[in-house]
């Protein structure tokens, strides 16, 4: 029996019926850091399926116009990286001037948006000055040299903390630094801030504030890749890395209007990483364009030694694919699904449905023919326990020990309540739950051979392509595709096979060009907005 106290925490004493009280006991002295990985690893191939090994060639980039660069270095601050590494290479502008102007920014704005948690100011200044030296003296190591970004405080970053957005962890610091971290100083990449995560990578709210949307600064950014997606879209850094479990790339760049690339699960490393579910858990950029998404995954892709579940894959990004080359499938049923509910007069059922209709016509317009297809029927709803277990599993110790007290989220479906009672989920039901994703990827590999890239809504007219893709390990786009009347984009969700991130990235970025809705950026005001008044007592 599971005892919890009055305060609903859960006691030491611990039993289970059939199972000896000391073999729990015992496992429970074992200290299990949330770095230590399950001997178990989950692959996303279904049997049969091979995908050609990793191979390194050299990127093949769209054509950047050059630009003059401006008298006010922060007219630069929303060029995305394609742009910005031109300036970079041609030495117009200087990575220790990207660096003060991107640094100038975090300090201006953090205190409306609550995007940062940690400036890594030395470490940015030594890396830009070590970037420039390279590039006077010749040595130009690609498009990220040199070029400001931020990072999800779930990664590692040695001498600086790694909080997790969370109470118990706010002191935290790791010694090493993540693999996607050292890869990307390895491109020369300048890192200037650790941004926020919704505590233990649930929503945007933090041990220290909620972090803010920039279109919108009363509104929450989404979570849990908050800081990220909220920092990129206010032009606070060149780029942003995520990480994705259950739409936490997804939905925070729905909300902030940038562009998000979830990889294949197995495609990037997460050593040094926060782990959540170690079967779901992936890291991707957050970019402003989607070229700059395929630009810095070439840069962290590929096994690294440490990270069992990262398979050996080919990946290489060439602008000049056509999207008119690949056959493209559209989910028919969620573009159809009506505005209002029939029944229900009060009831959305497809909020973005305006947007979504007028996407068709830019696949039209681009000389594309879209194929109807049906997304397996699968009760994926109910797999999601895997990810319940593996996160009460992740923070077990916390839960024992009744720090998750020290949580800011306490609701009923926050995690220290989640954590508590994903233990009584039988062990039986997460295999079986298993067991029936193998179902579910071998109909998402049958469906994706008959297509290159799916597109469809991202929102509630097919939310269940979220959980579908996050249980199969499927790689996914995410675009900014319009603007409400009050200024809040909505989005567009590009999905494609195991490991073909290059097709899908070539599709995702026709659309985004035919359509333009990357270039537009907020207008972030300098103070919050105003608590509302207090409402008078009525006599």
Not at 41 to 47: H, Q
Not at 457 to 474: E, F, I, K, W
Request: hydrophobic share 40%; proline share 8%.
């Amino acid at each position: 029996m599971l005892v919890l106290d009055k305060s609903g925490s859960m006691s030491t004493t611990t039993s289970f019926k059939g199972v000896p009280e000391q073999r729990i006991e015992a496992l429970h002295k074992v200290a299990l850091p949330n770095s230590v990985n399950p001997a178990i690893v989950f692959d996303p191939l279904p049997p049969g399926k091979k995908i050609a090994p990793e191979a390194r060639r050299p990127m093949v980039r769209s054509k950047v116009a050059h630009r003059a660069v401006p008298a006010d270095l922060d007219d630069l601050a929303f060029l995305p990286v394609t742009e910005l590494s031109e300036l970079v290479r041609r030495k117009r502008v200087t990575s220790v001037q990207l660096t003060q102007m991107y640094l100038a920014r975090l300090k201006t704005y953090d205190p409306v948006l609550r995007c940062v948690i940690s400036l890594t100011e030395d470490r940015a200044f030594a890396q830009a000055h070590a970037a420039d030296a390279e590039i006077r003296g010749g040595k130009y190591r690609g498009p990220l040299h040199g070029i400001p970004w931020g990072a999800k405080d779930l990664l590692a970053v040695r001498g600086y903390k790694t909080t997790w957005g969370a109470g118990p962890f706010k002191e935290q610091v790791i010694d090493a630094d993540a693999t996607v971290v050292q890869r990307l100083d390895a491109a020369g990449a300048v890192l200037v801030a650790k941004l926020t995560l919704g505590e233990l990578a649930q929503g945007d709210i933090w041990f220290g504030a909620t972090t803010k949307n920039p279109w919108k600064v009363d509104q929450g950014s989404s979570g849990s890749s908050a800081g990220p997606a909220s920092a990129t879209a206010a032009g606070l850094v060149g780029f942003a890395i995520g990480s994705e479990t259950l739409g936490s790339i997804s939905s925070p760049s729905t909300r902030c209007g940038t562009t998000g690339l979830r990889p294949t699960f197995g495609r990037v490393p997460r050593t040094g990483a926060m782990a959540l579910s170690w079967t779901m858990d992936k890291l991707g950029p957050i970019c402003r364009s989607v070229e700059d998404c395929a630009i810095v995954l070439d840069a962290i892709y590929g096994p690294d030694g440490q990270d069992k579940s990262v398979i050996s894959a080919a990946y290489h990004w060439d602008a000049r694919l056509s999207p008119k080359r690949l056959r493209v499938g559209y989910v028919k049923s969620a573009f159809d699904t009506p505005q209002i509910d029939p029944t229900d007069a009060k009831r959305t059922l497809h909020a973005t449905k305006q947007f979504d209709d007028a996407a068709l016509d830019v696949f039209k317009r681009l000389g594309i023919k879209l194929i109807p297809v049906d997304l397996p029927d699968v009760p994926y709803d109910a797999m999601r326990i895997i990810l319940s277990a593996e996160a009460a599993a992740a923070f077990d110790d916390l839960t024992r020990s009744n720090r998750d007290n020290e949580l800011v989220q306490q609701g009923k479906f926050d995690w220290p309540n989640s954590f508590r009672t994903s233990r009584f989920i039988p062990a039986v039901d997460y295999v079986n739950a298993n067991r029936l994703r193998s179902i579910a990827i071998q109909k998402w590999d049958d469906l994706m051979r008959t297509v290159d890239v799916i597109v469809t809504p991202t929102g509630a007219a097919n939310l269940s392509q979220l959980v579908a893709t996050n249980l199969t390990g499927h790689p996914a786009v995410i675009l900014p595709n319009g603007f409400r009347d009050d200024g809040t984009p909505v989005s567009l969700t590009f999905l494609g096979p195991l490991f073909e991130e290059p097709k899908l990235l070539a599709v995702a970025r026709a659309y985004q060009e035919a359509t333009g809705f990357h270039l537009k950026h907020p207008e972030v005001p300098l103070t919050p907005p105003a608590p509302p008044a207090p409402v008078p007592p009525v006599s």
